[in-house]
């Protein structure tokens, strides 16, 4: 795990994170994308919002579908944390906006990854850094990429280069 330590238990990162992966599991099948569930949490541990990949149809990345499901106008979440099972994304041609710049135009303080973008869309995925680098912590959970790749198997190549 990288970024800062969280407690074990209910309402941890760990556990969020985990909700973030099985919402990924609703996803409509992609030969052409990742599965991916993603879970807004107020800094009380409410749970604001979630999406998921496709979950309304079309191109809609599951940081887009959580953060359309807010409406307008939106409450402030510089201190809410979002869990997403997949690095969000800096590039995509789906649509103008990447994910990186739809959390920071929402004000998000927070963000805990589970699993960094393999380069099998996006040559050089670097949401990570564009993130940090705008001042969101970002904690990546290294421990659950793991079930994150697993939704994502039939995309990957086998073997150690699958992510």
């Known amino acids: 795990m990288t970024g800062?330590?969280?407690?074990p238990?209910?309402?941890s990162d760990a556990e969020w994170l985990r909700r973030a992966v099985e919402l990924s599991r609703r996803c409509p099948p992609s030969p052409t994308a990742f599965s991916v569930g993603a879970i807004l949490v107020a800094a009380d541990g409410r749970e604001l919002?979630?999406?998921?990949?496709?979950?309304?149809?079309g191109?809609?990345?599951?940081?887009e579908a959580a953060l359309r499901s807010l409406g307008n106008p939106r409450p402030s979440l510089r201190d809410a944390t979002l869990y997403t099972s997949l690095e969000p994304c800096t590039r995509r041609a789906s649509s103008p906006s990447p994910c990186t710049r739809l959390v920071l135009a929402a004000g998000?303080?927070?963000v805990v990854v589970a699993w960094r973008e393999p380069p099998l869309f996006v040559a050089d995925c670097t949401g990570?850094?564009?993130?940090?680098?705008a001042g969101v912590e970002v904690v990546?959970?290294?421990e659950l990429a793991e079930a994150a790749r697993a939704v994502n198997r039939h995309l990957l190549p086998s073997g150690p280069a699958g992510g």
């Not at 800062?4 to 407690?7: A, I």
């Not at 919002?49 to 149809?57: E, F, I, P, W």
């Not at 191109?59 to 940081?63: D, I, L, T």
């Open 128 to 133: 990570v850094e564009t993130l940090r680098a």
């Open 59 to 63: 191109r809609v990345h599951a940081e």
């Open 140 to 142: 990546c959970r290294d």
């Open 108 to 110: 998000i303080g927070r």
């Open 9 to 11: 238990g209910p309402g």
């Open 49 to 57: 919002a979630r999406g998921h990949s496709r979950q309304d149809g």
């Open 4 to 7: 800062r330590r969280d407690r």
